[in-house]
Each structure stands twice: as C-alpha cells, then as structure tokens.
C-alpha cells in the first residue's frame, strides 16, 4: 500500500487535473488503491488545508462526495491574449518607468474584459 503522504500527493493530483468536472470519492480511492477508510481521511486533510471541497453526491443509490479543487492552477491560455505579450513598449514599461502598467488603458481594458467574463460565468451558474 502506498504511503500516506505520497497518496495525499496523488490524490490532489488527480483532482486538480479533474478540475470543474469534479471526480467521486470512491472512483478516486479505487483508482489510486487506497482503502476507502483511507480515502476519506486523506479527503477531509485536503478540505482543511484548503486544498479541495467536498461536495455530498447521490450516486447508484448511495451517498458519497464529489471532490473538486478549490483552485485552479495558472495556465498559458490565461494570459495568452494579454496585450502585454506583443507589446512595444514593453522593454520599457515598468511599475516606476514612463510607461507603466498603472495607467496602460489596453492593460487595463483586458483586465476590465476579464473580470466581466468572469461575473458572467458566476451569473450563469
Ligand atoms: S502594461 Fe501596457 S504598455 Fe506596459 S507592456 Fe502591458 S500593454 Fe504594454
């Protein structure tokens, strides 16, 4: 049996790689080879450290939990349309240089954009 730590590991893993889909507790545990005793210990360590949530699921009649990371790493394809990317003044902008970021009307224009696609996908669930 594997040792805790490097389950606890793994598990995480899994759910981060799962993302928003989520993935049952019991699917989890079978697949790494824990114990399901096991399973729920390392599940209740993960949502105290405020790695994951539990949510309590109904599934073939029985009643189990869907883990779900609470964050989610960064990736490339957040910032791929960042205008800082292509940007010509790039070289020389800086919080304290002439150009800054603090006042860039296209930085800021995308993060405006961000923010309100990220309202409308909480306004949509
Ligand atoms: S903050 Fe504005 S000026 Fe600076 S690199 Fe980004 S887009 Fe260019």
Redesign the pocket.
């Known amino acids: 049996m594997p040792k805790r730590n490097d389950l606890e590991y793994k598990a995480f893993q899994y759910i981060l790689n799962n993302g928003e889909q989520g993935v049952l507790q019991s699917e989890l545990w079978r697949i790494l080879g824990a114990s399901s005793r096991e399973g729920s210990r390392i599940a209740l360590k993960l949502e105290n450290k405020g790695l994951i949530r539990r949510e309590k699921e109904l599934f073939d009649g029985r009643w189990t939990y869907r883990l779900y990371p609470k964050r989610q790493p960064a990736t490339v394809d957040s910032i791929i349309d960042c ?2 990317l292509g ?1 010509s ?2 070289v020389k ?1 800086g919080s304290w240089a002439p ?1 800054s ?1 603090n006042d ?1 009307e ?2 800021t224009e995308w993060l405006m954009g961000l923010v309100i696609k990220q309202s409308e996908s909480l306004g949509d669930s």
Do not use: Q
């Open positions: 205008p800082c940007c003044e790039s902008c150009v970021p860039c296209r930085l």
